[in-house]
């Protein structure tokens, strides 16, 4: 490279200002393959390690239910996003060692390097997998890698330093001519914005492109999952509240077991805007020994776009289990009658009564057709999941619940005292926000009838 003032030679072509056109294979060699992401028994390692790690090699995944095509486009864009710290600090590094050389504000946005890191990029490996999805996979060792962006910024910071250089030579030999001075120096200028721009504009594009990818998954599963994504779910799991209010002003329900023809709980409730209050009655062979009065305001009422998200909060006051004379009056003959004054007399007790703040929420799970529950008081923890087996033909007419409990209080456990609870329901809505029944299997031992009405 030429120090003095030399005149510019303007008939040759000069490969440090203009670059250079190259064979990326020539320095690259044959992109370097992983041996174990070789198939063995079938599918390759590589379609089901999601993200891949190596000393030794940069990695792209992409994967498609669509064409071969948009899976290798999906890999192309992770490999950009794996290499694109390597490439910002080798060019940061260059950028240092040539610092002499270079004006005072030279930075990494001033180099011409748009696309660098997807260049010359091929797909090492294809899949398509049993459910039809396709997979593309791009590995490329580091070393090369690292040397081709190495060379690639030396050639474009020796095309920008003799550009410095033309610049200062041609504004010291037009010196005299006021008037190409300024036009000179305002081409330099708007070179620099320009290439400030260009830099901008990929960062901007790469961005936009990350966009579109989320919002088509969004518009894909809102697609598929129409049908599910209009349901809400009901106020009411197999024996705990959900984060949902009853779309009706006034609601009950009931439970009896078939077996021995008891009745086993009775419920009544009213619920305003986001508010209900409901009063519950359990019974043991038809004789009522618990009872508990809940009160619930919905916080988030179904938030989301694709995954629904409610969450209520509340207080409940109950009675762990009714006094044994007051459970034998309750057991004499037209003993239900004195109800109200048998329940005054377990209220007059102060340890019969407890209280309990109590949380509840619910999410929606699309891809599965599933509501998930969970709530928590001092008596229990509970998780709990809705299916609808057919949301796109029926909606909610036909759901299946599966709750697990934590139980933490005696009263409330099976005759088994068991702390760990499983409990099953089949619900049937016969008609849409009015009736709607149950078959359910608890306390690991009984079938029951369960009746909800809405009014």
């Known amino acids: 490279m030429a120090w003095g003032n030399p ?51 940069y990695y792209g995944i992409g994967k498609s239910s669509e064409s071969q095509e948009e899976a290798d486009n999906d890999a192309r864009l992770h490999f950009a996003q794996y290499v694109e710290v390597s490439v ?58 690292h040397r081709l962006v190495t060379q690639e910024i030396q050639i474009s910071l020796e095309a920008n330093i003799r550009k410095q250089e033309l610049a200062h030579q041609a504004t010291e030999a037009l010196r005299a001519d006021s008037l190409r001075h300024k036009i000179t120096m305002d081409s330099l200028s708007l070179g620099r914005k320009q290439a400030v721009i260009d830099s901008l504009d990929h960062i901007l594009k790469m961005d936009e492109a990350r966009l579109r990818q ?52 009775l419920k009544t409730g009213v619920s305003i805007w986001f508010i209900s209050a409901e009063t519950n009655v359990w019974a043991t062979e038809s004789a009522i020994n618990q009872a508990d009065l809940m009160l619930k305001l919905q916080l988030l009422p179904e938030r989301g776009e694709v995954y629904k998200v409610s969450l209520a909060f509340g207080w409940t006051n109950y009675l762990e289990a009714f006094s044994q004379t007051n459970r034998e009056r309750l057991r004499e003959e037209n003993g239900y009658r004195r109800f109200i004054s048998i329940l005054d007399d377990e209220l007059k007790d102060p340890y019969a009564q407890k209280s309990s703040f109590f949380v509840t929420g619910t999410v929606g799970i699309p891809q599965i057709d599933n509501h998930l529950s969970v709530y928590v008081d001092k008596r229990r923890v509970s998780l709990a999941n809705i299916w609808y087996p057919f949301p796109r033909n029926m909606g909610d007419a036909i759901s299946i619940i599966n709750q697990f409990d934590y139980i933490s209080s005696g009263p409330y456990r099976n005759r088994f005292d068991d702390q760990l609870q499983w409990q099953l329901g089949l619900r049937l809505i016969a008609v849409a926000d009015r009736f709607a029944t149950m078959i359910s299997y608890e306390d690991h031992e009984v079938w029951m009838l369960n009746f909800e009405f809405q009014y």
Request: glycine residues 6%; without cysteine.
């Open 88 to 145: 910002h600090s080798i060019a940061t590094q260059q950028i240092a060692e040539n610092k002499d050389r270079l004006e005072e504000n030279y930075n990494y946005e001033s180099l011409v390097s748009t696309n660098m890191n997807l260049r010359s990029v091929r797909i090492s490996e294809r899949y398509v997998s049993g459910d039809s999805t396709f997979h593309s996979l791009i590995s490329y060792g580091k070393s090369s890698y």
């Open 7 to 57: 005149k510019p030679d303007t008939t040759k072509f000069d490969r440090s200002v203009h670059g250079r056109p190259f064979n990326l294979d020539e320095i690259i060699g044959t992109p370097v393959i992983d041996d174990i992401l070789s198939p063995q028994n079938g599918a390759p390692k590589w379609v089901g390690a999601g993200e891949l790690t190596s000393d030794t090699l």
């Open 214 to 265: 989320e919002q088509d998954r969004v518009d894909l599963i809102k697609s598929q999952h129409a049908a599910f994504l209009k349901i809400k779910p009901r106020y009411q799991l197999i024996d705990i509240p959900t984060a949902s209010t009853p779309r009706t002003w006034v609601y009950g329900s009931g439970r009896w077991d078939p077996n021995t023809e008891n009745i086993r709980q």
